[in-house]
């Protein structure tokens, strides 16, 4: 699988021949000054909840990527409200697509809508083909939901939030991967905003002690991960 880094918690990933785009948001943070957003393609684009951080450039990349946007019912119908129809809905549940399962997971968190409207439950991905496994949990405090995830799949990858204060902080994603068994974890929801700064050394070792391979990513790196076999 290749996944690359936009900042905050966007990234591509290519995973099974299939382009995912998820939680759009490069311009608002001016992202969009190093990263070339015009050569970015997707199949799908995923949407964990409705917050801006996660939504603010849903509708820019749908129009550009073409790709079936696959979201909650209320987070669609924000979607659908702004012009844009190519669109799957999912509550929490598993459905086969062309490139394996896509399982819609809870996540611990909250999810408003831009225009204040009510955005449904926040959740999380598991995008499990046979070419590898990834899970995305989507804003989340630690939750004993985590307990479930190796029951739907042996995760090849979590892409977890650490920035603490919204969702979990370096110490409770390290807890969370007693529940996940992830065999990579890769960090996403740091630094943007003051309230989520993070000590990049001291996360590092945190995760090293704990042999727990992981990946702290800069804006703009792609990561190219082993497949499971
Ligand atoms: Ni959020
Ligand atoms: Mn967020």
Redesign the pocket.
């Known amino acids: 699988m290749k996944f690359t880094y936009f900042g905050h918690?966007c990234f591509h990933l290519e995973l099974n021949g299939t382009k995912f785009l998820i939680d759009p948001f490069i311009t608002p943070v001016g992202n969009d000054k190093t990263i070339d957003i015009s050569s970015i393609q997707a199949d799908y684009i995923l949407i964990s909840h409705g917050?801006e951080?996660?939504i603010a450039d849903a509708i820019l990349f749908a129009h550009q990527t073409q790709a079936t946007v696959i979201a909650n019912p209320e987070v669609l119908a924000w979607i659908e409200k702004q012009g844009y129809s190519k669109v799957h809905p999912m509550n929490f549940g598993t459905r086969e697509f062309e490139f394996g399962k896509l399982h819609f997971v809870p996540a611990q968190h909250s999810s408003g809508l831009p225009d204040g409207s009510y955005g449904g439950q926040p959740g999380g991905f598991i995008i499990n083909t046979p070419k590898g496994v990834v899970y995305y949990s989507g804003?989340t405090s630690l939750t004993m939901e985590m307990q479930l995830i190796p029951r739907y799949a042996k995760i090849d990858v979590a892409i977890l939030p650490i920035g603490g204060n919204?969702t979990m902080n370096p110490e409770e994603a390290v807890i969370a991967n007693e529940m996940i068994q992830a065999k990579h974890i890769i960090g996403v929801?740091f630094d943007t905003f003051g309230y989520i700064k993070i000590d990049h050394e001291w996360t590092k070792e945190l995760f090293q002690k704990n042999n727990i391979p992981f990946i702290l990513p800069s804006i703009g790196e792609i990561i190219e991960l082993p497949l499971s076999q």
């Open positions: 918690a917050h951080d996660h804003d919204f929801h």
